[in-house]
Each structure stands twice: as structure tokens, then as C-alpha cells.
């Protein structure tokens, strides 16, 4: 079945390090993209790619980085510049345009220890 | 800016009973989309339906119904006869200008808690 995979399910992380989440989907999507959810924030935009080797930061983007060499894969790496990553992370795709919608992962749960 | 809200932080209604879900948004667009999303305790979410800025038909999908009003910038959503698999956060959002990232603002998310 296609869909999206999100790992770990759940990740605990030093004060400190750096630490990256993977995203990988077989839909064939060309859009890709990255959210974070706090509770009573809703989901905010992290960083979106709409094509292989191209990406924009969205609307927290600091203390986040991310790469898109494969179609199929959008990983976000959390660095140690982000002051407060405990959070409930979300990766989408899309195949088209926006009338398509968004396909979500099941999350990532990051807590700093 | 676009800015999506969604007033109520959580209801708790009683099985069977009817709810709505209340959604307001903002945007100086003419073209947009709007979504209504659920999102159940295992997280992922789950899209529920979309509806473009040109139609402001009503929708009815089962026990679910959207009612969509440009004259008040309101995309609403009703449960009718509520069950307990009801219970989620449900999110509202709307789309940035057609042709463009197509990036998605969601609404802050309003959780539905139904019980027997």
C-alpha cells in the first residue's frame, strides 16, 4: 500500500545533540512537507520541497535543517540551535496541486532529556 | 496573512447528540481552498474534505455535513448522531494562492471528546 513513513514513532534526544527524523513516501508525490505540533498551537510549517534538490523554509525554520535527494525522502534534522524541539512532528506530501490535498504521516514524538 | 480560527478548544457532547464545529479564516485571496481535517489518537491525520473558494454548495457525506459561507468567511462542520470513534482533534485549514507552494494554514484544532 502506498503511503508514508515516519521513524522513529518516538525519539528521545540530549540537551545537545543534534537528531534526525525520517520521512519516506512510495505515492510518487513531487511535494513534500514538514510541520510541528504543540498542544493549542496547531501545526505550524517547518520546511517544504516542491522538487528533488530544492526547498524553502517555512515558517519556523530556525533551528532546523533539511535535504531532498530522492523524491521519496525528506528528512528533518534537529539541531542543537533549536532552543525548545520537545514535540509532536508531522511530514505530508502532495502530488499536485493544492486542490489535491496533503497525505500525512503518523508523527514523530520528540522529547529532549 | 492567512489566519484560520478555531474558536473552540474542545467540546464534550454525549453519543448521538449533534455537534459543530466552528471555523473562520482570513485571506485577501479570491481563489483558495478549504480542508477539514480529524486527527485520531494514533496521530496521523486523516483528510475529511475539500472545497474550493467558487462553491458555496453545502456538503453532506453520511453523518458528516460542511457548511461553507464566503459572506462570513466561515467553513463549518457538523456530526450528526455522534459516535464514540468521533472523539479526535479536527483541524481546519486553508490554502495559500493556487499556483504558489500550496502550503496549507491550519487552525488551532478543536478537540471532540464523545462518550456513552
Known amino acids: 500500500d502506498g503511503g508514508i513513513t515516519q521513524s522513529p514513532k518516538y525519539l528521545f534526544r540530549k540537551e545537545g545533540q543534534n537528531v534526525t527524523l525520517s520521512c519516506e513516501q512510495n505515492?510518487?508525490?513531487?511535494?513534500m512537507y514538514w510541520y510541528r505540533q504543540d498542544p493549542g498551537q496547531g501545526l505550524r510549517l517547518i520546511y517544504y520541497?516542491?522538487?528533488?534538490?530544492?526547498?524553502q523554509k517555512g515558517d519556523i525554520a530556525e533551528g532546523y535543517s533539511v535535504s531532498r535527494e530522492k523524491k521519496e525522502s525528506f528528512p528533518l534534522t534537529v539541531t542543537s540551535a533549536q532552543k525548545n524541539p520537545t514535540a509532536f512532528y508531522l511530514c505530508?506530501?502532495?502530488?499536485?496541486?493544492?486542490?489535491?490535498?496533503?497525505?500525512f504521516g503518523s508523527g514523530t514524538r520528540l522529547t529532549v532529556v | 496573512a492567512q489566519k484560520v480560527t478555531q474558536a473552540q478548544t474542545e467540546i464534550s457532547v454525549v453519543e448521538k447528540e449533534d455537534v459543530t464545529l466552528d471555523c473562520v479564516y482570513e485571506?485577501?485571496?479570491?481563489?483558495?481552498?478549504l480542508f477539514w481535517y480529524k486527527q485520531p489518537p494514533s496521530g496521523e491525520l486523516v483528510f475529511l474534505i475539500r472545497?474550493?473558494?467558487?462553491?458555496?454548495q453545502n456538503e453532506i457525506s453520511g453523518r458528516y455535513s460542511w457548511n461553507f459561507q464566503k459572506s462570513t468567511s466561515s467553513f463549518n462542520f457538523t456530526i450528526t448522531a455522534s459516535q464514540v470513534v468521533d472523539s479526535a482533534v479536527y483541524f481546519c485549514?486553508?490554502?495559500?494562492?493556487?499556483?504558489?507552494?500550496?502550503?496549507?494554514?491550519f487552525g488551532t484544532g478543536t478537540r471532540l471528546q464523545v462518550t456513552l
Open positions: 520541497s516542491q522538487i528533488v534538490n530544492d526547498f
Open positions: 505530508a506530501s502532495r502530488l499536485g496541486g493544492i486542490d489535491y490535498g496533503y497525505t
Open positions: 505515492l510518487n508525490h513531487d511535494a
Open positions: 485549514a486553508l490554502s495559500d494562492p493556487t499556483g504558489t507552494a500550496s502550503k496549507l494554514t
Open positions: 485571506t485577501r485571496d479570491t481563489t483558495y481552498y
Open positions: 472545497r474550493n473558494s467558487f462553491d458555496e
